[in-house]
């Protein structure tokens, strides 16, 4: 059973940067694909980014690519979502996720992922 915590989040300006962190615990971690998702109020959760189990593939929502960077730290059990260039619209609650098995179809669903965490506020202010 794996336990994820997010933290980092909290009020920004659009420009700015954040990092989200979201360690992990119990199981292992360091076999499993990690995920970002984000919602925000009145909108279902939607795909942000996700790392494979080694770090070596990452895969962004187009709405992010160029902007968020996901990564991982297996040694510390833990995956970071560093965001750059936020935008109001990036504001919503952000969330850490985790699976032992996925694939490029289904990395964006977040039914395929297993563990999630409860989630972190970002607030981007225009």
């Known amino acids: 059973q794996v336990q994820l915590v997010e933290s980092g989040g909290g009020l920004v300006q659009a420009g700015g940067s954040l990092r989200v962190s979201c360690a992990a615990s119990g199981g292992t971690f360091s076999s499993y694909h990690a995920g970002w998702f984000r919602q925000s109020p009145g909108k279902e959760r939607e795909f942000v980014a996700a790392i494979s189990w080694s770090g070596t593939s990452t895969y962004y929502a187009d709405s992010v690519k160029g902007r968020f960077t996901i990564s991982r730290d297996n040694a510390k059990t833990a995956v970071y979502l560093q965001m750059n260039s936020l935008k109001p619209e990036d504001t919503a609650v952000y969330y850490c996720?985790?699976?032992?098995?996925?694939?490029?179809?289904?990395?964006?669903?977040?039914?395929?992922?297993?563990?999630w965490g409860r989630g972190t506020q970002v607030t981007v202010s225009s």
């Open positions: 996720a985790a699976a032992p098995t996925l694939s490029i179809a289904t990395m964006t669903a977040a039914n395929k992922y297993d563990y």
